[in-house]
T-cell receptor, first 112, second 112 residues
Framework: DGGITQSPKYLFRKEGQNVTLSCEQN?????MYWYRQDPGQGLRLIYYSQIVNDFQKGDIAEGYSVSREKKESFPLTVTSAQKNPTAFYLCASQKGDNSPLHFGNGTRLTVT | AQSVTQPDIHITVSEGASLELRCNYSYGATPYLFWYVQSPGQGLQLLLKYFSGDTLVQGIKGFEAEFKRSQSSFNLRKPSVHWSDAAEYFC??????????FGTGTSLTVIP
């Protein structure tokens, strides 16, 4: 079955360390997205990519970086510059403009 | 700016009772609208979508939603709730620039 795989499900890091969250899709979708979810705040867009080797900042890109070297993969790096990195991170993909988003099962990052 | 508002942070219903979750949108043109469901620690699953045409749309798991332009609403309904429907529900919109915007969610508790 096609879908989006996020790994790991839980991630623990010490403050000051960079950490990379994996997102892989086999849906052959061109566009991929990263969202951050905090209680009571809904989903906030971090970065998105509509095509390989191209990506754009979302509403809360500071302290994050991404790459899109392959269509299937869109890893997110949470850098030490992100002031409050503990959150639930969701990756999504989209078949084309005006299509629904398909979501992975998320990665819960805890930084202490 | 485009937005969707979910006025109810939390709703409790009895199993077997009917359900209506509210969503109001703010957008000049007719937006594309979606309802997603999220179980704890999971990603978002698409329940249904409205693009145009018939204002009553059917979704998965027995859910339906009605688009009412006069009220700027897109409320989600289910005639008889099951305990497994307990989850977080998100309304989302998509504008002509292919930008998604999410509500802050409604948490549903189902009591036996």
């Amino acid at each position: 079955d096609g879908g989006i795989t996020q790994s790991p499900k839980y991630l623990f890091r010490k403050e000051g360390q960079n950490v990379t969250l994996s997102c892989e899709q086999n849906l052959n979708h061109d566009a991929m997205y990263w969202y951050r979810q905090d209680p009571g705040q809904g989903l906030r867009l971090i970065y998105y990519s509509q095509i390989v080797n191209d990506f754009q900042k979302g509403d809360i890109a500071e302290g994050y970086s991404v790459s899109r070297e392959k269509k299937e993969s869109f890893p997110l790096t949470v850098t030490s510059a992100q002031k409050n990195p503990t959150a639930f991170y969701l990756c999504a993909s989209q078949k084309g403009d005006n299509s629904p988003l398909h979501f992975g099962n998320g990665t819960r990052l805890t930084v202490t | 700016a485009q937005s969707v508002t979910q006025p109810d942070i939390h709703i409790t219903v009895s199993e077997g009772a009917s359900l209506e979750l509210r969503c109001n949108y703010s957008y000049g043109a007719t937006p594309y609208l979606f309802w997603y469901v999220q179980s704890p620690g999971q990603g978002l699953q698409l329940l249904l979508k409205y693009f145009s045409g018939d204002t009553l749309v059917q979704g998965i798991k027995g859910f339906e939603a009605e688009f009412k332009r006069s009220q700027s609403s897109f409320n989600l309904r289910k005639p008889s709730v099951h305990w497994s429907d307990a989850a977080e529900y998100f309304c989302a919109g998509l504008n002509t620039g292919n930008q998604f915007y999410f509500g802050t969610g409604t948490s549903l508790t189902v009591i036996p």
